[in-house]
């Protein structure tokens, strides 16, 4: 008969070690007990669910799938009350009796709540499990005056969950420092600036005398004798290991149960990992050392104690995007022998400290950017002598051979950790879908989504593997809103946010400034295409009159001339503006059009009436013009017709807003007249067809416009243009020309996203042009119907108000 | 001595005439001001750049800053105070108060 083992507790760490000895092919007759009424799933990621940024079921890590396939007696739901040494057995609840040969005890911690008064009431929560996780999202709801007790590492990812739900945020937390067991007071004031700027509140220190509230709790009071609103609390003021269950049964314990280097309990049969175990005087409440604890316990129950668990160096990571946290090894410098190095700069909000003892690496503490923490991770792992390389420690040299790490792992090594991810597995997945970057190394294979500390080796695998691997860029858009482009687009997709407003009040700093407003703004007409609230005031001046200010407050006025054609009534008309505004300069500009320059802002109603043409949005970042040639209606060389050409293509994408300006030209004959290859996109016709070229420019910096592709007929062309625009309208980051946007993707990868996509593809792209086509509608409208009575009025006071 | 004078507020339109985080050019007299409505809460500063003159009732709104839409100087609406302490010049500030619904400000030389 097979040795039976029976492990209390179903959470990660008594998991971990069952995966780690069904790995080593032992031969156990198992049987989990679990209090939840679910399979194993990554407490690390509960905050991302409690954020939005993930669902619950793609947090569980064993389905019951995985207990049947193992052939493991899963009693889920189920809670152990009493372990009987004598006869090796341990009772549930249910009175049923399961004998052991070997017993694991991994019965994990809970949430401590403070003694305070008022703790038991309703809208009070603690964060500690998916129930609890689910709890909070049916009551989180935007404007819910939330507050967040203790500033440790889960009451801050708690926080900033609850405030993307829209709730407006407080941590308290008693010591002066947030996460002071991970960092000094410099470091705390750097991340309390961070999560303020955030719009999170934070109250230092500040210890919670009771919690207030008639039946359901309405306010946190203090014991300085204030207080604060508060309709939802959640308390995460630390974690207590589960001991009473050992300490029945007459186990050695003291904070945890008591466990040596093999993880053994004072009782022989009896083992323990995980969150539920003190070894040598520590408790544990990261993931990382119960791993290695998982790992050590598997060897020992197969009968190898060839590796013992000697304790793990601290390590730990804040989960919130925009706020870079690292802190690991022991930080503490009053520790005789430690020498300490800084770095502050308190502008880009970087701090980092190193804590040197004899010449090797003590502790280290990184704040708003952990861009080193592998190198560090592996300095404090390894206990590298770094006597002879002092000026590197604060920045640490960047490995000459990045593949070396990749090359020296196994294929069944362990990459990432919390979800059990392999080399080979990562390897497989990397050909099977290309995968080019981390964010799709992630979808596809879950690695580096959970306490992200692997990230850095993914990207090193991925370099070393992936054929077209992509690094990742992290811009993010302004301090306001700590997120990259890409991710804004995201968010906005799927949170549904739908103003300005509401994105900054729920994932920026509810000010904004005058970088992210207009980002904002073109962001949720393309992604909503005028379902969206427009607001104005997020706007620069030029789209908030529809003209381009000068340098003495005055505006241009450019009306559309398209493909560059005009006729004696419509320069009449303009002469005749020009007259009776007295306009200073009449100006024909660099695309065939004619600027009237020093217009007032109130006259602007007035001039667009009288010159009854249409906006040709020189002031916006838009589609401007079509340059043309004359083409084969006039010229003895033309061999296309580039004016109809150019008006049509102009007519297809006039009104719209894109990233940047848009200036685009069609040549008739490949002596390119109207300088079509220096423009965002160009038509150069030649015998039986057209070129259609993209990425030209004649700015800043001069460059070749790339050929997309070569049709026979206008239609085509004009469809392969269509495809090019809107790929670039959804795809490139505000205020991106499309020169630098096709630099930063490349034409092959833009060819095959637009004019080779597949059918469908293309038909979305399409589709969706033509829905913001149908929205859009000429800005000078705005003349006769003003978005606000005072769009174009200025204020004049009466004299006699004045007297 | 403490004395509290009354100050002369001049009427000076509806405040509904102020869209909410943007601002308005005001002339009153010889005098140009940009008033600004901080989401009901309305401040009044001199309308011109002391850069180079640009109208400040055109910027955008950053909090209680606003931020000129010529070259982008910024300037704090409570205190008239710029923001980077590189431009040197203060903007004056002008009391500005909401009553039933019209807009008073007082144009009054400072103390």
């Known amino acids: 008969m097979k040795p039976r083992l029976v492990v209390v507790g179903n959470g990660m760490a008594g998991v971990a070690c069952v995966e780690q000895l069904l790995k080593r092919g032992a031969d156990y007759e198992i049987t989990i007990f679990g209090d939840e009424p679910h399979g194993n799933y990554n407490r690390i990621l509960l905050s991302l669910v409690l954020a939005g940024e993930r669902p619950a079921e793609e947090i569980i890590l064993n389905d019951l799938n995985w207990y049947q396939n193992h052939g493991i007696r899963a009693r889920l739901g189920v809670k152990v009350c009493a372990i009987d040494r004598q006869r090796r057995c341990v009772v549930d609840e249910a009175r049923g009796v399961t004998a052991y040969d070997k017993l694991i005890l991994a019965t994990g911690s809970r949430p401590w709540i403070p003694p305070i008064g008022g703790a038991d009431k309703a809208n009070v929560h603690v964060f500690r499990t998916l129930e609890d996780t689910q709890a909070l999202l049916a009551k989180a709801r935007p404007g819910l005056r939330a507050v967040v007790i203790g500033g440790g590492l889960l009451g801050l990812e708690a926080a900033r969950g609850l405030q993307l739900r829209g709730c407006t945020v407080t941590v308290v937390h008693l010591s002066s420092v947030l996460m002071e067991r991970q960092l000094d007071a410099t470091g705390g004031e750097y991340l309390k600036r961070k999560l303020e700027a955030l719009g999170i509140r934070v109250l230092l220190p500040r210890q919670t005398a009771a919690l207030l509230g008639n039946g359901r709790v309405e306010a946190v009071a203090f014991a300085d004798g204030g207080h604060i609103e508060a309709e939802l609390v959640v308390i995460a003021a630390g974690i207590r290991p589960n001991i009473e269950l050992a300490q029945q049964a007459g186990l050695a314990v003291n904070r945890g149960i008591v466990v040596n280097d093999y993880l053994e309990t004072s009782d022989p049969a009896i083992y323990a990992v995980g969150e539920c175990t ?86 280290v503490i990184l704040v708003g950017d952990t861009s080193d923490e592998t190198a560090y991770t592996e300095w404090l792992r390894k206990g590298t002598d770094l006597s002879g390389m002092r000026k590197q420690v604060l920045f640490p040299p960047h490995d000459p051979d990045p593949g070396l790490e990749v090359a020296e792992l196994a294929d ?109 703004s073109y962001l949720l007409d393309m992604v909503w295409c005028g379902e969206h609230e427009e607001d104005r005031s997020a706007r620069f001046i030029n789209d908030r009159v529809h003209a381009n200010i000068q340098k003495d407050g005055t505006f241009s006025v450019v009306p559309r001339m398209r493909g560059g054609v005009t006729s004696p009534a419509e320069l009449r008309r303009i002469a005749d503006v020009a007259e009776k505004y007295n306009v200073p300069m009449v100006k024909v500009t660099g695309s065939q059009r004619i600027d009237l320059l020093g217009i007032k802002k109130s006259d602007l109603p007035k001039v667009w009436a009288d010159l009854g043409m249409p906006s040709g949005q020189a002031y916006t970042k838009g589609v401007r013009m079509v340059k043309t040639c004359v083409g084969t209606e006039f010229c003895r060389f033309g061999v296309q017709d580039s004016t109809a050409t150019g008006i049509e293509l102009e007519r297809r994408f006039e009104n719209l ?104 593809a293309k038909q979305g792209l399409l589709d969706r042009l033509a829905r913001s086509k149908a929205m859009a509608k000429d800005a000078w409208q705005e003349g006769a119907q003003p978005v606000h009575p005072t769009q174009f009025i200025q204020i004049e006071v009466p004299e006699a108000a004045l007297k | 001595m403490n004395t509290t004078r009354t100050r002369r507020w001049t009427p000076v339109t509806e405040a509904m005439n102020v869209p909410p985080r943007e601002g308005r050019l005001v002339i009153a007299g010889s005098r140009q001001v940009a008033v600004f409505n901080l989401n009901g809460r309305f401040l009044t500063i001199d309308n011109a750049c002391p850069h180079k003159g640009g109208p400040l009732c055109d910027g955008i709104v950053s909090g209680t800053t606003v931020v000129c839409p010529l070259h982008g100087q910024r300037f704090d609406l409570e205190t008239g105070a710029p923001v980077l302490a590189s431009q040197p010049d203060f903007l004056r500030t002008y009391p500005t108060r909401v009553e039933n619904g019209i807009l008073y400000i007082c144009f009054e030389p400072e103390s």
């Open chain 1, 278 to 363: 003190e070894h040598r005087g520590q408790t544990f409440g990261l993931v990382a050392p119960l791993y290695e604890q998982g790992r050590v316990l598997a060897r020992v129950l197969t009968g190898d104690r060839s590796e013992a668990f000697t304790g793990a160096a601290p390590a730990a990571r804040l989960k919130i995007a925009g706020v870079e946290i690292f802190s690991a090894g022991s930080i503490d410098e009053t520790t005789p022998g430690v020498e300490v190095l800084r770095l502050e700069d308190p502008a880009a909000g970087v701090y980092k400290k190193i804590l040197l003892k004899d010449g090797r690496l003590h502790g």
């Open chain 1, 657 to 760: 807003y894109t990233p940047h300006k848009f200036k685009m030209g069609v040549s008739g004959c490949p002596r390119n007249c109207a300088e079509a290859t220096v423009k965002d996109l160009g038509f150069v016709g030649q015998e039986g067809g057209w070129q259609v070229v993209v990425g030209g420019a004649a700015g800043k910096t001069v460059r070749k416009a790339d050929l997309l592709i070569t049709v026979a007929t206008a239609e085509e062309a004009l469809e392969a243009a269509a495809l090019f625009f809107q790929y670039y309208r959804e795809n490139a980051n505000y205020l991106e020309r499309s020169y630098d946007f096709v630099e930063r993707l490349g034409i092959e990868k833009i060819r095959k996203e637009t004019v080779y996509a597949s059918p469908e």
């Open chain 1, 412 to 520: 069944n090594d362990i990459v990432c950790g919390c979800n059990g991810v392999r080399k080979g597995a990562i390897i497989a997945a990397i050909h099977q879908h290309g995968i080019r970057t981390l964010a799709e190394l992630k979808k596809h294979t879950k690695a580096a989504t959970g306490c992200g500390s692997c990230g850095p080796l993914c990207s090193k695998l991925l370099r070393a593997v992936a054929p077209d691997f992509e690094e990742e860029t992290r811009t993010t858009l302004c301090a306001c809103l700590p997120f990259s482009y890409e991710q804004l687009r995201e968010i906005v997709r799927s949170q549904r946010l739908k103003s300005v407003e509401e994105v900054l009040a729920v994932y920026g700093n509810r000010k904004g400034c005058e970088v992210c407003k207009p980002a904002l």
